[in-house]
């Protein structure tokens, strides 16, 4: 608890947590994935269902607002896409399963989509957003123009490293002109875009390409 670390004998008792929920055998595929930073994941059955355990108290708080998220989506029409349907949550907030999508990362199917099926996902994704941003749910976590300006200045500076090693002076200064100025002042602009809801990580490795369409 409240570590990055992943141990094995952790990692064994949660699968037998997976599957002792499930009543399922050794014949179900339940795959460890470490990559997370926040959850440790379990896939079962590449994505029939998927579990997340919490690796600390944060990501247990934020386990709420997510749960309450998809059981509200759960009931709201937003557009030709699947979406996860929780089924298993911890009495203790400390992990939560879902009925999951099958299929791939669209990262990784992405270089063998053709223009059409691109397309689809395209307004399939837009549609799915529109619909999103309108819905309300009280209690959820918000932040603001400041506290955005804030971590992506605090996320340059963690990226000096990388950027000193692979990018010019002249690279390095307009990335900090666009954070420094650019975006200060385009997210400032009249009228202010609303407080909505939003996805928080909405990019390729959070899609699922399967055979019915996107998730």
Do not use: M
Not at 37 to 66: C, H, I, M, P
Not at 92 to 99: I, K, N, T, V
Not at 141 to 159: F, N, R, V
């Amino acid at each position: 608890w409240d570590s990055q670390i992943t141990d094995a004998t952790v990692v064994a008792d949660e699968i037998a947590t997976v599957r002792a929920l499930l009543d399922a055998g050794d014949e179900v595929r339940v795959l460890f994935d470490d990559t997370g930073w926040d959850s440790r994941v379990y896939l079962v059955d590449d994505g029939a269902a998927v579990f997340k355990f919490a690796r600390n108290s944060t990501a247990a708080r934020q386990y709420r607002s997510e749960i309450e998220v998809l059981q509200l989506l759960a009931v709201e029409y937003v557009g030709a896409v699947a979406l996860p349907r929780v089924r298993w949550i911890d009495d203790e907030g400390r992990f939560f399963g879902y009925e999951g999508i099958v299929g791939i990362p669209l990262l990784d199917a992405s270089a063998t989509l053709t223009a059409d099926q691109r397309g689809t996902i395209g307004a399939s994704i837009g549609t799915f957003l529109a619909r999103l941003h309108a819905l309300h749910l009280d209690g959820v976590s918000s932040s603001t123009i400041e506290d955005d300006l804030a971590e992506y200045a605090t996320k340059l500076d963690l990226a000096q490293p990388a950027l000193l090693a692979h990018c010019s002076t002249e690279e390095r200064e307009r990335l900090d002109a666009f954070v420094s100025d650019r975006l200060s002042v385009g997210l400032r602009v009249t009228p202010a875009v609303p407080l909505a809801l939003g996805h928080g990580d909405l990019g390729p490795w959070n899609i699922v390409f399967g055979r019915s369409g996107i998730g």
